[in-house]
T-cell receptor
Framework: GAVVSQHPSWVICKSGTSVKIECRSLDFQATTMFWYRQFPKQSLMLMATSNEGSKATYEQGVEKDKFLINHASLTLSTLTVTSAHPEDSSFYIC??????????????FGAGTRLSVL | DQQVKQNSPSLSVQEGRISILNCDYTNSMFDYFLWYKKYPAEGPTFLISISSIKDKNEDGRFTVFLNKSAKHLSLHIVPSQPGDSAVYFCAASDYGQNFVFGPGTRLSVLP
């Protein structure tokens, strides 16, 4: 099956620093990638849709300047949490949908990144 | 307004029995439905999907049923195994433009 690699899997940082999370589709091309955030015991919350070669589309309430998304190629999207604060501590998950429609409208997920901001 | 609902936050089933997870949706534009399984601190894993032109899709122990008129789908797992214990998310897509996830149902399969 399709594989999405996400790293780092866990990062601890000091308040005020920036953290970059990478999401790669390993065996397929993805024009569109998605970034989610999950709080404990809650559902996935879509943060933004990342489109290759264009600006990301952010969901209402998500700060664009806080969560910078770059989709530089058909296999790589990055999420940078800028000037991280303890309230940004969460589990971040990316997903990718193959450009090739033979796979249907299936999103494949990365393993997630646990961000802990001290 | 939740477009995809999973009204049971949790479900407990005895090992070997059938697990039935339910999902309701409100948007008639949804044409593709998916079920994902998620363990703690991991990304969701795709389980099974169904197109709106079908009413049933089966893959091993997993079967998804779709009732378009009722805007309802369900995931059947039979026989249930302890390793099936996880959170199950129902998701819906409208022609690949938007993906909407339900809040999830935590399944516990008791040995």
């Amino acid at each position: 099956g399709a594989v999405v690699s996400q790293h780092p899997s866990w990062v601890i940082c000091k308040s005020g620093t920036s953290v970059k999370i990478e999401c790669r589709s390993l065996d397929f091309q993805a024009t569109t990638m998605f970034w989610y955030r999950q709080f404990p015991k809650q559902s996935l919350m879509l943060m933004a849709t990342s489109n290759e070669g264009s600006k990301a589309t952010y969901e209402q309430g998500v700060e664009k300047d806080k969560f910078l998304i770059n989709h530089a190629s058909l296999t790589l999207s990055t999420l940078t949490v800028t000037s991280a604060h303890p309230e940004d501590s969460s589990f971040y998950i990316c997903s990718a949908s193959p450009t090739n429609r033979e796979s249907g409208n299936i999103q494949y997920f990365g393993a997630g990144t646990r961000l802990s901001v001290l | 307004d939740q477009q995809v609902k999973q009204n049971s936050p949790s479900l407990s089933v005895q090992e070997g029995r059938i697990s039935i997870l339910n999902c309701d949706y409100t948007n008639s534009m949804f044409d593709y439905f998916l079920w994902y399984k998620k363990y703690p601190a991991e990304g969701p894993t795709f389980l099974i999907s169904i197109s709106s032109i079908k009413d049933k899709n089966e893959d091993g122990r997993f079967t998804v049923f779709l009732n378009k008129s009722a805007k309802h789908l369900s995931l059947h797992i039979v026989p249930s195994q302890p390793g099936d214990s996880a959170v199950y998310f129902c998701a819906a897509s409208d022609y690949g433009q938007n993906f909407v996830f339900g809040p999830g149902t935590r399944l516990s399969v008791l040995p």
